[in-house]
């Protein structure tokens, strides 16, 4: 109780930058196991929180003379070696304009005053200097002093043929360069089944969207020597985003595509909200999920190869792609099953038929396959019997 008492003091907030999880980390330093909400539940939680969060966001705008700034990741230091002008004022001012509570602009007393609490300036007596994040935010080149902190894309053709792209710049402008590439080297074809014609691209542009800026929100900026890959095949598009998950997110949680939100870079993630880059309090699966049902495609495969944690998207089922390597074993028609058990666990026999419109004999004998290959386990007995992911 003394600790969570001391937490309080600390104005524990997951939503405020100025905090950035910092709650979690104190917990985690004095023994407590942490784990997080389920995301339903969180949601609940923000509700029933929304004045306090609200406060939160307000205070993340404004600026304390006598706020003790925390550093919580070398991102957050000086670049001694940088200098203003090494920033783009009209990314700057783009972000300011979305953000209601930013009444100033770029340049302005108020402007140095919240850029330096939020952690994107450092003032070191009369100077002012860039830190990591707001070179990366908000810098014209920030390669000059992270040189991996780009996108690296590859288009393989089936003959051996690669054609390469590296995206520079600062990561929002990463973000939207490449998707546009994206939507060009992918393909599309028009629909004309409707009154007006619409272009229906040969794989979901806003599902690779919403994984390259989850990549570039989330991933690890101090492994100097890796980068983002986005990876596109006749089969697949894989995506590797340097660094595991955050704690105490696992990777059973990621490979479920359940897990609750947390950021591991809160002040990047905040930008990248207000610019709508991503899904609002942390990883954005919300697309990502929804590929079965919307796109009829498989959900992805997830794994980690240090140091990347990689999301494999095969573009058809039946490509042998699969969640833990497990899939690739699977039937066509197993695996949409098994699409439905991730994203529905637990589960049963009888919602398991309802939803893959299958026959009583045919759920049981996929469950069983699913049991044999150690992905799902049964629960009770009986009529009460159900099943869950392993």
């Known amino acids: 109780m003394e600790i969570l ?10 939503d405020d930058p100025l905090v950035d999880s910092k709650g979690i980390r104190y917990l985690e330093e004095h023994g407590v196991t942490v784990e997080l909400f389920d995301r339903d539940l969180q949601e609940a939680v923000r509700y029933a929180n929304a004045d306090f969060i609200k406060g939160a966001e307000e205070r993340a705008s404004r600026y304390d003379e006598n706020a003790a700034l925390t550093i919580s990741s070398d991102l957050e230091k000086p670049i001694m070696t940088a200098l203003l002008e090494d920033l783009s004022a009209s990314e700057i001012d783009t972000i300011i304009d979305m953000t209601p509570e930013f009444r100033f602009r770029f340049g302005s007393d108020e402007f ?7 952690g994107y300036l450092v003032r070191v007596g009369s100077d002012v200097y860039p830190t990591g994040l707001g070179l990366l935010l908000f810098g014209e080149n920030p390669q000059i002093f992270y040189p991996n902190a780009v996108i690296r894309a590859t288009v393989r053709a089936t003959d051996g043929a690669e054609d390469i792209v590296t995206f520079t710049g600062s990561i929002p402008k990463q973000a939207g360069d490449s998707h546009e590439w994206f939507k060009k080297v992918i393909g599309k074809r028009i629909d004309r089944s409707s009154a007006k014609r619409r272009d229906i691209y040969n794989y979901p542009t806003d599902v690779v969207r919403e994984s390259i800026n989850n990549a570039l929100a989330h991933r690890s900026y101090d492994i100097d020597s890796a980068s983002v890959h986005l990876e596109i095949y006749e089969e697949a598009i894989v995506i590797r985003s340097p660094g595991s998950p955050v704690k105490p997110i696992s990777m059973e949680r990621m490979q479920r595509l359940d897990a609750p939100y947390l950021s591991k870079n809160p002040k990047i ?5 207000k610019l709508g880059l991503s899904e609002s309090r942390g990883l954005g699966f919300t697309t990502i999920r929804s590929l079965p049902e919307v796109y009829k495609l498989p959900l992805p ?12 998207f095969s573009r058809a089922y039946g490509n042998g792609n699969g969640s833990n390597g497990q899939k690739s074993v699977l039937s066509k028609s197993e695996a949409k099953g098994y699409d439905f058990v991730r994203l529905n666990s637990p589960f049963t026999r009888k919602a398991y038929e309802k939803a893959l419109e299958v026959s009583e004999k045919t759920a049981g004998r996929h469950i069983a396959r699913f049991i044999e290959l150690g992905l799902v386990k049964s629960v009770g007995s009986g009529v009460k019997t159900s099943y869950e992911i392993v």
């Open 5 to 14: 008492k001391d937490l309080i003091s600390k104005g524990y907030s997951g």
């Open 112 to 118: 140095f005053r919240v850029f330096t609490q939020l």
């Open 269 to 273: 993630t905040y930008v990248f909200e």
């Open 301 to 312: 495969e997830v794994s980690f190869d240090d140091p990347y944690l990689i999301f494999a």
